[in-house]
């Protein structure tokens, strides 16, 4: 266990670094010697746990889903209602951007990075947008399930609204380094869903 845990430093030096640079730089701009040299591994090292550029990229985007889901479910999960819970993703998003001094989605820089659709990177993106997509679905079929006044929610219809909402705001936040497109999605949230 113990040659396992020091193993996996290196390794975990190299992902905290990429978490870093590619969120602060962008994935194109960020050379791997830049990464080796601030991880503090040698290139042999490096290599030993990552092929390619490509395949940090997809350690890191893995790495910043579990990080990212947990802000939102931790910052969501401060809320009793549903109801608050699912205004709660605003309250997020707001936070977050003005922490991040705008520098958005993660997921969405890198995608705009890379064109091609087909690519494991991209493929990376839209499994985390499938997984916050799901996420608003499991609170959305909790409202419809917690008092008569939602029945009539067509669960489906109004996830994918909502969602297209969320990004739109995260997109839209960070073009203008302003929270108001966050809370004008909030606002039609609230009566999309009559919450």
């Not at 893995?62 to 947990?70: E, P, S, Y």
């Not at 839209?126 to 997509?133: G, M, P, Y």
């Amino acid at each position: 266990v113990m040659l396992r845990e020091v193993e996996s430093q290196p390794r975990d030096r190299i992902i905290d670094t990429a978490l870093r640079l590619f969120y602060e730089q962008g994935y194109l701009a960020t050379g791997i010697n830049q990464i080796i040299a601030e991880s503090q591994v040698a290139k042999a090292t490096f290599y030993s746990h990552f092929s390619s550029k490509e395949n940090l990229c997809l350690a890191y985007l893995q790495a910043r889903h579990v990080v990212w889901m947990k802000w939102l479910e931790d910052s969501v999960d401060r809320h009793k209602s549903i109801e608050d819970r699912i205004i709660g993703v605003f309250g997020f998003l707001k936070e977050w951007m003005v922490k991040c001094n705008f520098r958005g989605c993660a997921f969405l820089n890198i995608a705009s990075e890379i064109p091609s659709l087909n690519s494991k990177i991209r493929a990376e993106v839209v499994k985390h947008k499938d997984d916050l997509k799901l996420y608003l679905k499991q609170m959305i079929s909790q409202l419809k399930d917690s008092d008569k006044r939602y029945k009539n929610i067509d669960i489906n219809k109004e996830v994918d609204m909502v969602y297209v909402l969320v990004e739109g705001a995260i997109v839209a936040s960070q073009n203008y380094g302003q929270v108001w497109p966050i809370q004008a999605a909030e606002d039609v949230v609230r009566k999309l869903l009559n919450i």
